[in-house]
């Protein structure tokens, strides 16, 4: 089958490490389902394991890519769940300590097929078209656990969202929007700014500026460089939530600031396949869709991973197979 994978790890310039060509076909295995895909999407992930973050050489060659969504051998049109918990883990598959991403452990989904455990596929349904069912499994998913389950945020609440243009940044602003949270977000790009306030975010301002009132919530994947902001726009008793560090993973914290304010500190990573399924529902309820920046064929995915490493992008960077 065709693929793109991770050939070697480069932490410093990781497209050297990207490979597009020939892979074998996943083999069969017991309770496993092999899903032809029609669209995968790009995620900072993607980049890490070009790296070398989270992935070592005895594990290489490996297809990458987290998102996927395609047709599995009984003819169902399916969205991939990329978090593979182990056999006997019952309950929140992203507490079972064995758990990895596919990719991490097991081919990804930037190919022609994918094998996944049977309970790892949810229905896609045909309102949703190939390209944003795609968008949903990791970027989408960790948007929704970090809002609705981690915040602790209610509809109303002021949210502050750092990063504008990312992946997660944009799914964070379109759900809050349509879940009836008040929406602002950071970016250091005066074109994001407007692209996130036309996504409907309430308010946009630059990366690290005084905001006009202190926040319920702010969602947290840019890391060190946003850090001592995120902790400094929060109300009493308010609440950050983590799940990135594109910025850099090491952060000082004025411990005084948290003690003192009440505040939350909460980690949060993807997504369980139940809260996926309620995503794929709430898009359908609000007629909420993934923002998608840019389609190509999967061939032309070493352009795909330029933007994204570049961070020339607004949304997700989707890569397709023909039928
Ligand atoms: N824990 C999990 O399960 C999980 C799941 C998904 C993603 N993540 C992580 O979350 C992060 C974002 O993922 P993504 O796919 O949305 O990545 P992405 O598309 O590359 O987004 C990067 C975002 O970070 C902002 N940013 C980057 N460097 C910055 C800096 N120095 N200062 C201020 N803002 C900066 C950008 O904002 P502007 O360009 O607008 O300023 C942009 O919104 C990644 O680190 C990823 O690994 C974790």
């Given at each position: 089958?065709?693929?793109?994978?991770?050939?070697?790890?480069?932490?410093?310039?990781?497209?050297?490490?990207?490979?597009?060509?020939?892979?074998?076909?996943?083999?069969?295995?017991?309770?496993?389902?092999?899903?032809?895909?029609?669209?995968?999407?790009?995620?900072?992930?993607?980049?890490?394991?070009?790296?070398?973050?989270?992935?070592?050489?005895?594990?290489?060659?490996?297809?990458?890519?987290?998102?996927?969504?395609?047709?599995?051998?009984?003819?169902?049109?399916?969205?991939?769940?990329?978090?593979?918990?182990?056999?006997?883990?019952?309950?929140?598959?992203?507490?079972?300590?064995?758990?990895?991403?596919?990719?991490?452990?097991?081919?990804?989904?930037?190919?022609?097929?994918?094998?996944?455990?049977?309970?790892?596929?949810?229905?896609?349904?045909?309102e949703l078209?190939?390209?944003e069912?795609?968008?949903l499994?990791?970027?989408w998913?960790?948007a929704y656990?970090m809002l609705f389950?981690?915040?602790?945020a209610q509809p109303g609440a002021?949210v502050?969202v750092?990063?504008?243009?990312?992946?997660?940044?944009t799914a964070l602003v379109a759900l809050g929007r349509a879940a009836g949270y008040r929406m602002?977000?950071?970016?250091?790009?005066?074109?994001?700014?407007?692209?996130a306030?036309e996504l409907g975010a309430d308010?946009?301002?630059?990366?690290?500026?005084?905001?006009?009132?202190?926040?319920?919530?702010?969602?947290?994947?840019?890391?060190?460089?946003?850090?001592?902001?995120?902790?400094?726009?929060?109300?009493?008793?308010?609440?950050?939530?983590?799940?990135?560090?594109?910025?850099?993973?090491?952060?000082?914290?004025?411990?005084?600031?948290?003690?003192?304010?009440?505040?939350?500190?909460?980690?949060?990573?993807?997504?369980?396949?139940?809260?996926?399924?309620r995503l794929v529902q709430f898009c359908l309820q609000t007629g909420v869709r993934p923002v998608?920046?840019?389609?190509?064929?999967?061939?032309?995915?070493?352009?795909?991973?330029?933007?994204?490493?570049?961070?020339?992008?607004?949304?997700?960077?989707?890569?397709?197979?023909?039928?």
């Amino acid at each position: 089958m065709f693929a793109a994978y991770a050939a070697r790890l480069s932490a410093d310039d990781p497209l050297s490490a990207l490979e597009l060509g020939e892979r074998p076909d996943p083999a069969r295995r017991e309770g496993w389902v092999t899903v032809r895909l029609r669209a995968a999407a790009l995620n900072h992930h993607d980049l890490w394991s070009l790296r070398g973050v989270g992935l070592g050489e005895e594990q290489l060659p490996i297809v990458l890519g987290c998102d996927g969504a395609g047709v599995d051998e009984d003819g169902n049109d399916v969205i991939v769940h990329a978090v593979i918990g182990s056999d006997d883990f019952r309950g929140d598959e992203t507490m079972d300590p064995k758990r990895s991403l596919l990719s991490e452990r097991h081919d990804g989904t930037l190919a022609d097929l994918v094998t996944v455990p049977r309970r790892n596929l949810v229905a896609k349904p045909t309102e949703l078209s190939w390209a944003e069912a795609a968008c949903l499994p990791t970027a989408w998913l960790t948007a929704y656990r970090m809002l609705f389950t981690q915040s602790g945020a209610q509809p109303g609440a002021t949210v502050l969202v750092q990063g504008a243009g990312g992946g997660v940044s944009t799914a964070l602003v379109a759900l809050g929007r349509a879940a009836g949270y008040r929406m602002w977000v950071t970016s250091r790009d005066g074109q994001k700014r407007d692209r996130a306030v036309e996504l409907g975010a309430d308010a946009a301002f630059e990366s690290g500026a005084r905001l006009p009132e202190r926040v319920d919530a702010v969602m947290e994947t840019v890391g060190a460089a946003t850090w001592d902001h995120s902790l400094k726009s929060l109300n009493q008793g308010g609440t950050v939530v983590v799940s990135g560090a594109t910025g850099g993973a090491e952060a000082v914290s004025d411990l005084r600031r948290i003690f003192f304010l009440q505040l939350r500190i909460v980690g949060s990573t993807m997504g369980t396949r139940d809260e996926l399924q309620r995503l794929v529902q709430f898009c359908l309820q609000t007629g909420v869709r993934p923002v998608v920046d840019a389609s190509m064929p999967l061939e032309d995915a070493r352009e795909g991973f330029a933007k994204l490493a570049g961070g020339d992008v607004f949304g997700k960077v989707v890569l397709t197979r023909a039928a």
